[in-house]
């Protein structure tokens, strides 16, 4: 009896050591190519992709905290590879890193212009499928070839991708962008009516400094690009989402000697889509609200008349980045809006018919949009530093 | 009187149910594909036309009190009838451990050690399971309140890490989805999770309360239910439309997770509560099938039955499905075909004949 | 192949003795049956040598004969 147990506590261990002892899949940190940021382009040569992986150089990242400029040497590296599809471009990048990419931390993918012209659809799919690919990365478009952007080095950050990440990050101090990640891009995709934007990205050489910066979004039919947005016209497709956080509105000052700059502190927007005698309305009211930043005029405008002058001067602007964007979207015949899914929520067998020809249907939408703006400060000064005129 | 000599009082019968039905938490997550956006209202519909066939259960329980399913079947159609319907209640049994065990190996295989060779990590499982049982039925009821616990805390708090991503207007329309498919979900949701409770019935009869199992059956369903309907209510607000595509849309909702870069890459989370729930839920079914196998047989105790079952059970894990699609449609269609008259029908039926026939004698006086 | 073996060699230690020592035959007779189906799977498997799915067989003749199913989308 005792043997038997003595055997079996034998056998036991060795099978657990076995089968315990950790798991395939670890692999050391040494061996990780830690990538956090990627570019697709296609290969000028061959029409092939061209995928460009920025890797973190641990010995020069990890050392000095930045000082030292050009001395250290750059910390991240830049690999291309070209493959017949992504996952085969990312399995030949082994080929020059001799180990397999590890995409968890990755921050960014950028899609060069041409790439994005052909259509994105068919590249999206190893992004959303693959293992180790979060949906919270981030979705840009360059203007020109993704690996340029992806060289450009910046003066604050060490590394380009997570530059590029942070100025997506922070669009809300403009409101001029939108953060498109690859959920939301997904859903886009996946919309049959809705058209997909991501923010386009350009280098822009100024004597010896290239600038990364983002001149405006690019909007996508059916995954292929179409056509820029510019600032003015994001905003306003972000007062209508609802999406705008803050941002500079400038109007001009009532009495036509300069101009009220207003800050956006915060905005809201209600959309409520309506059907009436065979017209597609939209109602859209905007609530925002502003605080009077600077003013160029020696008039003082922060009196009852003078704010109500600029509030209403305000809405105006509002309005007008609207119509833009929605004049910018007639023309491209592109629903950026999301129109058409606020109709199928509300009146969903109306959406039934109205889908499929809903390219010809967009154009002929009305918008009714009631802006209501309230200036709830004037920051430090209670009145212009100018002599007083007239009295006060 | 049952071989194993443990008591489980009501409250532990309760966190049972209960943890037993939010392991099937990543069951659910493939209607998503059938059903989309109007999941929510499935798994309610699959809760209130189950909840009776359950009450049927647990009145049976405690109509023949220290008795388990296989007794009953015994009892109340005789011994060869009985026998035969025991003997599909344990293929039902044996199949079911099976696909549960291969969810575990998908779940690692999947997303979280892909590398890992999926024949070991399903043996490993099994190990883990057979040791559970082994030790007896009043062990699992001992720890079942601290799963659930765990699992709850990972839903809620995974909800609100979520709310500033919600949009409840993905939820529109409401009634879109032709009625076909929304009822082949009332259908998986009414059998997976809840019907599947029936292999309690091999458990109840160790019940010391005498207030029958009923009332403990009911308050842990609604709980389990309810975890379930956080979590589709989560994953819908969340992904909206991009919810089907997904193999997995509660990991893929998790993942979205991304606070202050500090709160971020969470899906370990769920790695952790999903195995503990899928292992508390293994443990019970391998439980019923060598204790009803055992009953079969006339055995005195299911314990020299524990390791050889695991043993085929892990076999045929491993090969029961060809490939992930070959495993959605079959559970989607023959599955639940197969597996219906074994929770809606035989139950009551059960119920019905020992009514009508004034069983078990000993208990009652009326006879006929 | 050797972790089956030893699995199975471990399985029979665990129970075996034990059965034998009490004299529980009906134990011991329905333990090996499980048993050596178990170890034939098993083998079976090691082997590289199809096993047939009792659930494809299901589905034959649920889906295919009785016709009974949902519609595909």
Not at chain 1, 64 to 80: C, H, L, R, T
Not at chain 2, 76 to 81: D, P
Not at chain 2, 236 to 264: C, E, N, Y
Not at chain 3, 53 to 69: N, R, T, V
Request: proline share 4%; glycine share 8%.
């Amino acid at each position: 009896m005792i043997l038997y147990k003595k055997i079996y506590v034998f056998i036991l261990c060795f099978i657990m050591l076995v089968a315990l002892s950790g798991c395939l899949g670890g692999r050391e940190i040494n061996d990780l190519e830690i990538v956090i940021g990627m570019g697709i382009d296609k290969d000028k040569d061959t029409g092939d992709i061209l995928l460009t992986a920025q890797i973190v150089n641990e010995k020069e990242a990890g050392g000095a905290s930045g000082e030292g400029g050009g001395g250290g040497g750059k910390a991240y590296w830049n690999v291309n590879s070209i493959g017949k599809s992504i996952f085969d471009a990312a399995r030949q990048i082994t080929h020059k890193t001799g180990n397999r990419l590890f995409v968890s931390h990755n921050q960014v993918v950028i899609f060069g212009h041409d790439v994005a012209a052909e259509g994105l659809q068919k590249h999206i799919d190893f992004f959303l499928r693959a293992h180790e690919m979060r949906p919270t990365t981030l979705i840009l478009v360059a203007e020109g070839r993704a690996s340029d952007i992806m060289d450009a080095k910046p003066e604050t950050e060490r590394f380009p991708a997570m530059n590029i990440t942070k100025l997506v990050k922070t669009y809300g101090f403009t409101s001029h962008l939108y953060k498109v990640n690859m959920k939301d891009f997904a859903t886009c995709l996946m919309s049959g009516t809705s058209a997909t934007f991501a923010p386009l990205v350009t280098v822009s050489q100024d004597r010896e400094n290239k600038d990364v910066f983002v001149p405006g979004m690019a909007v996508f039919k059916n995954g292929k690009m179409v056509g820029k947005l510019s600032h003015d016209e994001v905003r306003g497709v972000l007062w209508v989402l609802g999406k705008v956080e803050s941002g500079v509105v400038i109007v001009p000052s009532p009495d036509g000697k300069g101009k009220a700059v207003l800050e956006i502190v915060n905005a809201k927007s209600k959309v409520k889509p309506e059907i009436k005698d065979g017209r597609i309305i939209f109602h859209i009211k905007i609530e925002e609200e502003l605080s009077l930043s600077e003013q160029t005029t020696r008039e003082n405008l922060a009196t009852v008349p003078g704010f109500g002058k600029v509030q209403e001067a305000a809405g105006k602007v509002v309005r007008q980045e609207i119509m833009a964007a929605f004049e910018r979207s007639k023309e491209l015949r592109l629903d950026i809006f999301g129109f058409g899914e606020m109709l199928h929520k509300k009146y969903k067998n109306e959406w039934k018919i109205m889908e499929h020809n809903w390219d010809d249907i967009y154009p002929t939408i009305e918008l009714d949009i009631h802006v209501d703006s309230r200036i709830v400060s004037n920051d430090l000064l209670r009145r212009p530093a100018s002599p007083d005129e007239g009295g006060e | 009187m049952g071989t194993d000599k443990g008591k489980i009082n009501g409250r532990q019968l309760l966190f049972m149910f209960a943890g037993f039905i939010q392991g099937s938490a990543l069951l659910i997550d493939f209607t998503v594909g059938i059903t989309e956006h109007q999941t929510w209202m499935v798994i309610l519909a699959g809760l209130i036309v189950t909840i009776p066939f359950i009450l049927s259960y647990a009145a049976l329980a405690k109509r023949f009190p220290g008795n388990d399913l296989v007794r009953i079947n015994d009892m109340v159609y005789g011994r060869f009838i009985g026998k035969a319907l025991s003997l599909y209640y344990i293929f039902f049994l044996s199949m079911t451990l099976s696909f549960n065990i291969l969810d575990v190996g998908e779940l690692y295989v999947n997303f979280l050690m892909p590398d890992t060779p999926f024949f070991f990590l399903l043996s490993v499982f099994a190990a883990v399971i057979a040791y559970a049982v082994y030790k007896g039925i009043e062990a699992l009821a001992k720890v079942s309140h601290l799963f659930v616990a765990t699992s709850l805390f990972v839903i809620i708090t995974t909800s609100v890490l979520l709310a500033d991503q919600m949009d409840f207007s993905r939820f529109l329309p409401l009634f879109e989805l032709p009625f076909i498919k929304l009822l082949q979900g009332i259908h998986i949701m009414s059998i997976i999770p809840f019907g599947e409770t029936i292999a309690f019935l091999m458990i109840m009869e160790h019940m010391n309360d005498t207030k029958g199992p009923a009332r403990y059956s009911f308050f842990g369903v609604l709980v389990g239910a309810a975890s379930l309907l956080i979590v589709s209510v989560r994953n819908t607000a969340v992904l909206g439309r991009t919810q089907t595509i997904w193999t997995s849309p509660s990991f893929q909702s998790i993942r979205l997770i991304d606070i202050g870069t500090v709160l971020t890459r969470m899906d370990f989370l769920i790695g952790i509560a999903q195995t503990m729930l899928i292992f508390f839920k293994c443990s019970i079914f391998l439980y019923a099938l060598t204790t009803a196998l055992s009953q079969l047989f006339g055995l005195k105790s299911y314990k020299p039955l524990v390791l050889p079952v695991v043993g085929i059970e892990v076999i045929i894990a491993a090969t029961v499905f060809q490939s992930p699609v070959d495993h959605a449609e079959i559970t989607q269609n023959a599955g639940i075909i197969y597996s219906a008259p074994l929770i809606y029908l035989f139950p009551p039926l059960t119920l019905l004949i020992a009514k009508i026939r004034g069983l078990p004698k000993t208990e009652r006086s009326r006879g006929k | 192949m050797i972790f089956l073996l030893m699995a199975y060699a471990l399985i029979f230690l665990v129970n075996v003795p034990g059965l034998v020592k009490r004299k529980e035959r009906k134990e011991l007779v329905v333990f090996f049956i499980l048993y050596i189906i178990g170890f034939v799977l098993g083998l079976m498997y090691a082997l590289d040598i199809p096993i047939p799915s009792p659930m494809k067989g299901l589905q034959y003749l649920i889906s295919d004969k009785l016709g009974l199913k949902y519609p595909q989308h």
